[in-house]
Nanobody
Framework: VQLQASGGGLVQAGGSLRLSCRASGRPLGSVSMAWFRKAPGKERDFVAWSAATGLSTLYADSVAGRFTISRDNAKNILYPQMDTLKPEDTAVYYC?????????????????WGQGTQVTVSS
């Protein structure tokens, strides 16, 4: 399994970005996926989760109402649409594939990780 994240960049506060995570080695539609982020000096934090079908989602309180996780299972791509970005959203964003059971918000539940893409939000 390989996960390739892209789409990060520099954006002003209030702006939008859409990240992408291209998966290979296992059909995206067979597994739940999540986005995490890590800011300098902080732990890797949960951002959003999508069930394998895409019909069920979960968000961190800090991004609920601003971020939307979605997937194109035919293309094996996972997205988050990130709107109304804030400086505190600045972090390296990682996509992750579930390895089985466990807390959806815990990094230990995920067995495969993308390399990360930097998002910087200027004030």
């Amino acid at each position: 399994v390989q996960l390739q994240a892209s789409g990060g960049g520099l954006v002003q506060a209030g702006g939008s970005l859409r990240l992408s995570c291209r998966a290979s080695g296992r059909p995206l539609g067979s597994v739940s996926m999540a986005w995490f982020r890590k800011a300098p000096g902080k732990e890797r934090d949960f951002v959003a989760w999508s069930a394998a079908t895409g019909l069920s989602t979960l968000y961190a309180d800090s991004v609920a109402g601003r971020f939307t996780i979605s997937r194109d299972n035919a293309k094996n791509i996972l997205y988050p649409q990130m709107d109304t970005l804030k400086p505190e959203d600045t972090a390296v964003y990682y996509c992750a594939q579930s390895a089985g059971h466990g807390s959806l918000k815990s990094p230990s539940t995920y067995g495969y990780w993308g390399q990360g893409t930097q998002v910087t939000v200027s004030s």
